[in-house]
């Protein structure tokens, strides 16, 4: 059973920095894309950060300059560095991978179960 296991959120000052960390493990095969996707109150889930198994990246226009996502393909991990931080990145932020597992032999798409990252003075 494949678990993506996020960790590091929590209250920060404004300009702030904080790193995100999320772990996959369960049956896993291959791992394609990784990526963070964040939610705030009352607003839709929305594109952080992703990165390739080759390492390219893609960043939301509203982090970009301020985040990096980096991965670990042998560790199977991905952080997401998060600097200058802005009240406006107050959301639950979730992992997401592609994944392809057995014993259900099938590429799908898992998220983590999120973690509060929270910007105030």
């Known amino acids: 059973q494949v678990q993506l296991v996020e960790s590091g959120g929590g209250l920060v000052q404004p300009g702030g920095s904080l790193r995100l960390s999320c772990a996959a493990s369960?049956?896993?095969?291959?791992?394609?894309?990784m990526g963070w996707y964040r939610q705030a109150p009352g607003k839709e889930r929305e594109l952080v950060a992703t990165i390739t198994g080759g390492g390219d990246t893609n960043y939301s226009d509203t982090v970009k300059g301020r985040f990096t996502i980096s991965r670990d393909n042998a560790k199977r991990t991905v952080d997401l560095h998060m600097n200058s931080l802005k009240p406006e990145d107050t959301a639950v932020y979730y992992c997401?991978?592609?994944?392809?597992?057995?014993?259900?032999?099938?590429?799908?798409?898992?998220w983590g179960q999120g973690t509060l990252v929270t910007v105030s003075s």
């Open positions: 369960g049956g896993i095969v291959s791992i394609t894309t």
């Open positions: 997401n991978a592609h994944i392809f597992s057995l014993p259900i032999n099938l590429w799908q798409d898992y």
